[in-house]
């Protein structure tokens, strides 16, 4: 039961800069998605949580590769180290170039920026050193230049024959990979060369880029920052030669794009042959099944509201939401308004601060909630040309159906009136006395994260009535447990329902079952989706995984179709819970999706036609709103205990728990009080001591598929 490695780790822990990782995460997911999740990680995953097992590639950035040492050094780079050679992959931009190496040496002349000294990966088996061209200047771009490299393409597989030798990459800061020539008989391929003179002793070879198999896996670092795109370097009049890099850079890009191609593949990536594009953020259309339960919600949003200018506006803690009101849209008017405002209100003017993100230090947050809702109206405004805006900044726009449900045309991805219909239908046949889930709806084609959205605004969240639920048809920034973030791609499920769980419920229905009735509920909706459905092979893997068996093989392996999340915080008389559910629902990947398990199925009768996303949300969110209702009048019953240990994996399942001396044990179950996991010690031959061990899902790392339990540190 091996999952697939779908994850794309980039190190975005101490040491790297926002920039590099921007670049890493533009780049890798327009070239990646959605065979894979290309995410960011801190130095304490890496260090604590269990993503060898699901990592495709692990990816260092730009930055000061001394903080990655400070960092990882030990542990971290024992479990780098041992990742790669048990197969993994590792690339390192610049920085992570550096930290790959035996050895880094920068600026040794210089007192002030002088780093010397070993380095415990050795990727590389030699030294990496720098400036290969002098200028450097940390937080800037006054040493940026156009680096020339030349591809050694006979060391790569499936070359087109007219790709150029030659192309231009961004570089600032990085090195030269010592005699790499010279280090070829232990393993070691020069995959790019520098053509220039170069301001250090490159010893034989000029080694821009270089790649080793070290163990089972691969490794390839480098100097410049291929990964950089022209299109996300912003032109500085202060520097014009800033200026005329970026344009050489731009002449020779699609060589640069077709560089970064091959040296995935020789990573072992599936890689794609165009470019995704990465969308903009769209609107969130608010619904309800009754028109006017969207004006009563409006109406309490009164004491949350704040008007500039006519329009209304919700400061969150996190995100501004711009209700908008039918015709209203933003012009050149209201932008000068905004402007001027921010202008009179603010320490400093918009001019570089606002309009440019990644000018350090930030500026000083506005003091008032109309200041910062005017900062973030003109931010939103230039965003479109900022390369790669944060999307925490842009203004989110929404907008209440207060007559009539939205359009075809409106949402072309999402029927409202059919998922009203089915969530209708799915409540009669539930006999649900006063149903409360899905209704009210927001909806939005491209979100940021529908968990993030209303955990990280809790002034909002806590307008929001139990049932509420929020649905995207593209998440730009999904999130799970640790590394196991589920990036939901077109075609995929995705919804984070609101629940305000009294606190009184707390010793009867304590509110860490809440994942164990979302994983019910998903059961039950799929299987109760129409006739036949029953069949569908998905599982449950605790705490918080959905897993399905792949048809068709010979060894019947599980991959993961989807994933729980629940956030909760505490408002004086009840848990303010934010529930995300996401499935695989017609994406094939990054693993397989139900509609290919459905019409996979050989069952008598016909066969079966492909879930409809609004009758699954549907159907899940009426089976949710029933199982939450008996959860709380009567607790975890011990009929849905029963059927949770029906549908998930680990029953009898024998692990080692490192926590207890690495002693064996085997999965009995989970507790109905608390609903730790039930662990029997084994001794002799796996025979039982009789010694029971509990544990917490919120305080230790499980990787169930290699038989191991051990505790967060």
Not at 53 to 70: I, K, N
Not at 91 to 99: D, E, H, I, K, S
């Amino acid at each position: 039961m091996t999952p697939k490695k779908m994850n794309v780790l980039i190190y975005s822990g101490n040491g790297s800069t926002t920039e590099s990782v921007r670049h890493c995460l533009y780049t890798l997911r327009r070239l990646l998605s959605p065979a894979y999740a290309v995410i960011p990680v801190t130095g304490d995953i890496i260090i604590k949580e269990p993503w060898t097992s699901t990592c495709a590639l692990l990816v260092f950035p730009g930055g000061a590769e001394l903080p990655y040492c400070r960092t990882l050094n030990g542990e971290g780079n024992r479990k780098i180290n041992q990742y790669v050679n048990r197969g993994g992959s590792y690339l390192g931009f610049c920085a992570g170039g550096y930290y790959g190496c035996a050895k880094c040496e920068f600026e040794v002349d210089d007192p002030k920026m002088a780093v010397v000294g070993d380095r415990e990966l050795g990727f590389f088996p030699g030294t990496c050193r720098g400036l290969a061209f002098e200028g450097f200047v940390y937080h800037s771009e006054a040493g940026a230049r156009a680096a020339d490299l030349k591809i050694h393409k006979e060391l790569f597989e499936d070359v087109e024959s007219d790709l150029p030798e030659t192309f231009k990459s961004y570089y600032n800061g990085g090195g030269v990979f010592v005699d790499a020539k010279k280090l070829e008989s232990r393993g070691v391929q020069i995959l790019a060369s520098y053509t220039e003179d170069l301001h250090v002793d490159s010893g034989e070879g000029a080694a821009a880029v270089v790649y080793r198999k070290v163990g089972e896996g691969h490794t390839i670092l480098t100097g410049p920052h291929p990964e950089f795109a022209p299109d996300n370097l912003s032109k500085a009049p202060q520097l014009p030669s800033y200026g005329s890099a970026i344009d050489e850079i731009t002449a020779t890009d699609k060589t640069r794009l077709a560089f970064m191609r091959l040296i995935l593949r020789k990573l072992g990536l599936t890689v794609n042959e165009e470019e995704q594009v990465v969308p903009s953020l769209s609107r969130v259309h608010l619904t309800a099944h009754k028109a006017a339960d969207v004006s009563a919600l409006l109406a309490s949003w009164s004491e949350i509201i704040t008007v500039i200018d006519g329009e209304e506006y919700i400061k969150g803690e996190n995100d501004v939401f711009h209700i908008e009101t039918q015709g209203s849209t933003w012009g050149v008017k209201e932008l000068k308004k905004a402007v001027q405002a921010v202008e009179n209100i603010l320490p400093t003017t918009l001019t570089s601060k606002v309009m440019d993100p990644s000018n350090e230090p930030e500026q000083e947050k506005p003091k008032s909630k109309e200041a910062e809702i005017l900062n973030r109206i003109a931010y939103t405004t230039v965003s479109s040309t900022i390369p790669l805006p944060d999307y925490d900044k842009v203004i989110k726009t929404l907008t209440p159906h207060t007559t009539t449900l939205p359009s075809l045309r409106e949402t072309p991805a999402f029927h409202h009136e059919a998922f009203y219909t089915h969530l209708a239908a799915h409540h009669s046949r539930l006999h649900t006395p006063t149903p409360r889930f899905g209704s009210p709806l927001l909806h939005a084609a491209v979100i940021t994260s529908t968990n993030t959205l209303l955990e990280k605004n809790p002034s909002l969240l806590r307008t929001l009535p139990t049932g509420t639920t929020l649905t995207a048809t593209t998440q730009l920034a999904g999130r799970g447990r640790g590394s196991n973030v589920w990036v939901a791609p077109p075609g995929a499920l995705m919804f984070s329902t609101v629940l305000h769980h009294d606190f009184q419920l707390s010793q009867s229905a304590p509110v860490i079952f809440v994942q164990y009735i979302a994983a019910l509920a998903i059961m039950r909706g799929i299987a109760r989706y129409a006739p036949g459905y029953a069949a569908v092979p998905v599982k449950l893997k605790w705490p918080n995984d959905i897993y399905a068996q792949l048809p068709g093989s010979p060894s019947n392996p599980l991959v993961k179709i989807g994933g729980i999340l629940v956030n909760s915080s505490y408002s004086g008389t009840s848990y303010d819970v934010v529930c995300g559910i996401g499935l695989n629902l017609s994406n094939p990947l990054p693993t397989t999706s139900l509609n290919m398990l459905a019409s996979a199925l050989q069952h008598q009768g016909p066969p079966l036609e492909p879930f409809e996303h609004e009758g699954l949300l549907a159907s899940i969110l009426a089976q949710f709103d029933a199982l939450y209702t008996e959860f709380c009048a009567m607790g975890f019953t011990r009929e849905m205990e029963a059927e949770y240990y029906a549908a998930w994996l680990h029953t009898d399942q024998i692990v080692t728990l490192e926590t207890h001396e690495g002693v064996r044990a085997r999965i009995k179950g989970i507790t109905r009080d608390w609903g730790l996991l039930l662990a029997e010690e084994l001794g002799w031959e796996d025979r039982p001591t009789g010694r029971v061990v509990s544990l917490q899902s919120d305080s230790n790392s499980f990787d169930f598929f290699k038989g191991l339990v051990r505790r967060k540190v």
